[in-house]
């Protein structure tokens, strides 16, 4: 998944510090981030590994970005984030689309520019008070935006949502409901997900959007894993959930172009390299293993998560 980057630790906590010449400069313009591609993988891009550089502050010379904002370290490498509209791109550097970057190495600087990416939204967003209008201030020693006229505090945005592996193990029976959505350019087969509403468990979330897309009940929601999907601001929480009575799926065409249970044979092999998503990892679980991703504790998932 996104955030697996091998032996790279992702640092999170805010770090009151000065930015050196060493360190990475993220910049987003038009949903697009500043990079260098040095390597192109193959014509599929799913599997390719295209490889691309991100900027440090030597790159820029004596023209640095400036409204720098600390971002996150990887490992020993500090990143910021260049608030500022325009940089002086150094040679060879271009902005080169989020999506695109979804495929591409080192998976450590494709997980730095997804997930500042979202931090540069959430601080554009934010320039302006939520509550009074007025322009808003950074605060200096955490991850914050602060209003100086009616102090209110915004903290980054993430919104929770779920996605669902349905599945109908009753006797000998062993099969997945997949999902295909409208209006997709990649429309892959996918499971059920929704957006956590407010005042909603995620537990809910589950049955409601289980019952709201394919028209199925569900019992005993396990969670599998969880992941950051900065793309949509986004933490996606993952369950396993057994159909619960009658399996006639009703499928919600406003939202779904198809949807239907699938045997582990009928399954394509089109999320086997799919090396970024909860969702195609998932799914390629029960490909592989069938009815035993629900023998599956979290506590065993997590040494599962480890082995692979
Ligand atoms: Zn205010």
Known sequence: MIQEIGEHVFCNEYVVCEP???DYMLHYRDRGCLTRVTGAGGADAWTAGDVF????????GDKAPDQLVYAFAIGEQRFWIALCDEVCAPEGFAYEAISWLRYAEPA???FAAVTGSQLDRWYR?????????HATELGPRSREVVCP?????????????????VVDCEGETERIALTRYNGRT???????AGFTEIGEPLEDTVRR????????????PRFYKSQPWSFSDTLLVGFWAEVDGDPTIRVDHE???????????EMTLERADDRVSLTGEMIEQFRLRGREVLVVSPGASAVLATEQ
């Open 20 to 22: 050196a010449a060493g």
């Open 149 to 165: 006229e009616c102090a209110k505090i915004t903290y980054p945005k993430i919104c929770p949502g779920i996605i669902c592996g």
């Open 53 to 60: 550089e991100l900027p440090r502050l030597r790159d820029f």
């Open 125 to 133: 967003d934010n320039r302006f008070c939520p509550r009074c209008g």
């Open 108 to 110: 450590e600087l494709l």
């Open 209 to 220: 959007e289980v019952m709201e897309e394919i028209g199925l009940k569900v019992k005993n």
């Open 186 to 192: 990649t429309a892959l087969w996918a499971l059920v």
């Open 255 to 265: 939202e779904l172009k198809e949807a239907r249970w699938f045997t582990r044979d």
